[in-house]
């Protein structure tokens, strides 16, 4: 199993600062690496760790359990975080920490269509049982609706000329896996104005993942929602893997700055020692912020 190493750890539960008897939410278990080390910290409190993805969940409990026992597990999105409190019978929190993003082991699993390097089906749900599939996007959204996404969830320069070339691709075939769409996308940018570290399909492969699982929406949604129900001196920490992620957070802590102490003026990034041990991490950013007396 490729192995999901937590982007930040150390600065995300430094920031989240856990109360021994304080209930916190890990709204993106994923492989309870965030998780366990809450867990380790509670006594008399309580960690709900959700997640949509229910193999990621079998998995993390396993490991989450040997930290400590004082929690719950929901195989849901965070984008539901007030049903899933309303269901647990929680009206205030202490804390919530996001790792946002699609996870190693996502990418690593050719069949959940996450890669642009392993060919699979044209899937990318983070929760298999939603309705909405790559292939429904790539094959069955409009041109224009298409460099729409691209464009505003890949900013991707490229975005108008992809989408056409999709578009053309298709009137003769379906385009059937991650490999075929990839190698289309690599074909309409000129291999000299690729990137030098950037994968010429990234940024479509972001796009589309986040219009399947609604992703954008869902963390305005959850930030509201961890906003209403947050203790004073209740900590939100975010840490994000690209822009837009990133700016709907500062945009947040910044529209409720009269009841946010915003705790990191600038983003965390992680050091060279932990992008070199894990290049995933170059991306991330954290930040962070602690509710206040109005």
Same mark, same amino acid.
């Not at 959940?112 to 069955?140: C, I, Q, W």
């Given at each position: 199993?490729?192995?999901?190493?937590?982007?930040l750890?150390?600065?995300?539960?430094?920031?989240?600062?856990?109360?021994?008897e304080?209930?916190?939410?890990?709204?993106?278990m994923?492989f309870? /690496?965030y998780?366990? =080390?809450? *867990?380790?910290?509670i006594? %008399?409190g309580?960690?709900?760790?959700?997640d949509?993805? #229910?193999? +990621?969940?079998?998995l993390?409990?396993?490991?989450?359990?040997?930290?400590?026992?004082r929690?719950?597990i929901v195989?849901?999105?965070?984008?539901n975080?007030?049903?899933?409190l309303?269901?647990?019978g929680?009206?205030?929190i202490?804390?919530?920490?996001?790792?946002l993003?699609?996870?190693?082991?996502?990418l690593s699993?050719a069949e959940?269509g996450?890669?642009?390097?392993?060919?699979?089906p044209?899937d990318m749900?983070?929760?298999?049982?939603?309705h909405?599939?790559?292939?429904?996007v790539v094959? /069955?959204?409009?041109q =224009?609706? *298409?460099f729409?996404?691209? %464009?505003?969830?890949?900013?991707e320069r490229?975005?108008? #000329?992809? +989408?056409?070339?999709?578009a053309n691709?298709?009137?003769?075939?379906s385009i059937e896996?991650?490999?075929?769409?990839?190698e289309i996308?690599?074909g309409?940018?000129?291999?000299?104005?690729?990137?030098?570290?950037?994968?010429?399909?990234t940024r479509?492969f972001?796009a589309?993942?986040?219009?399947?699982n609604?992703?954008l929406?869902n963390l305005e949604?959850?930030?509201?929602?961890s906003l209403?129900?947050l203790k004073?001196?209740?900590?939100?920490v975010?840490v994000s893997?690209?822009?837009?992620?990133?700016r709907?957070?500062?945009h947040f802590?910044?529209?409720?700055?009269?009841?946010?102490?915003?705790?990191?003026?600038?983003?965390?990034?992680?050091?060279?020692?932990?992008?070199?041990?894990?290049p995933?991490?170059?991306s991330?950013?954290?930040?962070?912020?602690?509710l206040?007396?109005?």
């Amino acid at each position: 199993m490729t192995e999901h190493i937590p982007v930040l750890l150390k600065k995300a539960i430094e920031y989240l600062n856990v109360n021994p008897e304080g209930i916190y939410i890990d709204a993106t278990m994923g492989f309870g /690496g965030y998780s366990k =080390e809450i *867990l380790k910290k509670i006594s %008399q409190g309580m960690l709900i760790g959700v997640d949509d993805d #229910k193999e +990621a969940i079998s998995l993390a409990e396993k490991e989450i359990q040997k930290a400590g026992k004082r929690y719950q597990i929901v195989n849901d999105n965070f984008g539901n975080l007030e049903e899933i409190l309303k269901n647990a019978g929680i009206l205030q929190i202490n804390g919530i920490v996001f790792d946002l993003g699609v996870s190693s082991y996502q990418l690593s699993k050719a069949e959940r269509g996450f890669s642009f390097n392993l060919k699979g089906p044209l899937d990318m749900r983070m929760n298999p049982e939603a309705h909405l599939t790559a292939y429904e996007v790539v094959n /069955g959204y409009p041109q =224009e609706k *298409l460099f729409e996404i691209f %464009q505003n969830y890949g900013e991707e320069r490229w975005a108008k #000329k992809i +989408a056409e070339n999709i578009a053309n691709y298709r009137h003769d075939k379906s385009i059937e896996d991650t490999i075929e769409l990839s190698e289309i996308i690599k074909g309409t940018i000129p291999k000299n104005l690729w990137e030098k570290h950037l994968h010429p399909a990234t940024r479509i492969f972001q796009a589309i993942r986040i219009e399947v699982n609604a992703e954008l929406e869902n963390l305005e949604k959850a930030l509201k929602t961890s906003l209403k129900h947050l203790k004073i001196g209740g900590r939100i920490v975010v840490v994000s893997f690209h822009s837009l992620e990133d700016r709907i957070v500062k945009h947040f802590f910044q529209e409720n700055v009269d009841r946010f102490e915003i705790l990191t003026k600038k983003p965390i990034s992680p050091d060279a020692g932990e992008i070199s041990n894990n290049p995933r991490a170059r991306s991330a950013k954290l930040r962070a912020a602690i509710l206040r007396l109005s």
